[in-house]
């Protein structure tokens, strides 16, 4: 029966030969590092509550067609992540896409000098070739003596090509699945440490198309349709499948009239996507959030449609006709914490205006439903 207090293992003893073994192989195994655990905000309340409070360290795949939403989401990851203590990002260009709007709109410092790089900024590594892209991944990672958090985002797996594919001719035999398999070795040398030493890793790809010979075949069970290889998904803790952009998920002024970019504009569009593995029973989930057009600074996501959601479901505020109305006892908690709020707005453009106007009273409420969200969960 334990006792809480710590005994010496007899020599000889079963404790006793697994102490030396493990002294013998600590270069071998992780049993004497402490485990790192944090979690990372997605940007968005809505994901962060079926999540339960965000990505933790690993590796977390993020796969869908273009314009989805991933390489988005990914960098807003990484923003939160690197708010975090010494902690620094990494994002490979391996299709060669950064523009400065994106980069504005992320609201990262990015570096693409290595003099530059240092703690809470992202350094912007320009290569696709597979071995050298996660040989860095991997040199960082063991060789870290100053303790630093590594947030990598790989944007994207489609981008790579293996060193040996590099100069031959397009009429010359490529490797098949080589990517795949390096990428498979690799997670197998890395996972553990990644994950243990507190790292992130995310990495992007494009979904792929099936092609039957045979249309009258059982097509096989897949996860997704992720590229990279199975092996990947197998190691990833999230994977999230970002699902096409059509009309019906435009955000308009007047979601009842037709767009007109003077009289009724686009003003965002809603993201949905659905989890295909989580560590937390949330498989086949379809998350749904709002990103917000115009902005920059790391606030796409227009969150303040969401806390409006929240205050919804929470019945803070209730609805006859265009008015809105507030709850009292949501008053009284906006004033005991130096809020004012009028007793209705009328419309949700107005209720919406509200909280854009006053960037104080929308971090407050983040903070509210995010602590609502940490207790639902324990």
């Not at 059982?218 to 990947?232: E, F």
Request: aromatic share 10%; with cysteine.
């Amino acid at each position: 029966m334990a006792t809480g207090i710590k005994q010496t293992p007899k020599e000889g003893s079963t404790n006793s030969i697994l102490k030396t073994f493990l002294k013998q192989n600590k270069d071998h195994h992780y049993n004497f590092e402490d485990e790192i655990n944090y979690k990372v905000s997605s940007g968005s309340l809505k994901m962060d509550f079926e999540l339960n409070g965000g990505f933790g360290p690993g590796l977390h795949r993020f796969v869908g067609m273009n314009e989805g939403g991933k390489s988005s989401e990914s960098l807003e990851v990484m923003k939160n992540f690197l708010q975090l203590p010494n902690s620094r990002g990494l994002f490979i260009t391996a299709e060669g896409r950064l523009s400065k709007e994106v980069r504005e709109r992320s609201g990262i410092d990015f570096c693409f000098d290595d003099e530059n790089w240092d703690a809470n900024s992202c350094f912007v590594f320009e290569s696709n070739i597979f071995e050298v892209v996660l040989d860095l991944m991997r040199t960082l990672i063991m060789q870290n003596p100053e303790n630093i958090r590594y947030c990598f985002v790989l944007d994207s797996l489609d981008g790579l090509i293996m060193k040996d594919d590099l100069n031959k001719s397009f009429d010359d035999a490529h490797k098949v699945a080589g990517g795949a398999l390096l990428g498979a070795k690799f997670m197998q040398k890395m996972s553990i440490a990644l994950a243990k030493r507190g790292h992130m890793a995310i990495f992007i790809s494009q979904v792929r198309a099936d092609i039957k010979l045979d249309p009258y075949s059982k097509a096989p069970i897949r996860q997704t349709t992720a590229t990279g290889g199975n092996a990947l998904l197998h190691f990833a803790n999230f994977i999230l499948e970002f699902e096409p952009r059509f009309k019906k998920d435009l955000i308009l002024s007047n979601q009842s009239q037709p767009i007109d970019p003077h009289k009724n504009p686009i003003l965002g569009h809603n993201v949905k996507a659905t989890v295909k593995k989580s560590p937390n029973e949330k498989t086949n989930y379809t998350i749904e959030y709002p990103i917000r057009y115009g902005r920059t600074g790391g606030k796409s996501i227009w969150v303040e449609r969401e806390i409006i959601d929240m205050l919804i479901a929470w019945e803070f505020i209730t609805q006859k006709g265009a008015w809105i109305s507030f709850d009292e006892d949501f008053i009284t908690l906006l004033k005991e914490n130096k809020f004012e709020c009028p007793d209705k707005v009328h419309g949700e453009n107005k209720l919406n205006a509200l909280l854009e106007d006053n960037p104080d009273l929308t971090k407050f409420l983040i903070s509210y439903f995010k602590e609502i969200i940490i207790k639902q969960k324990q």
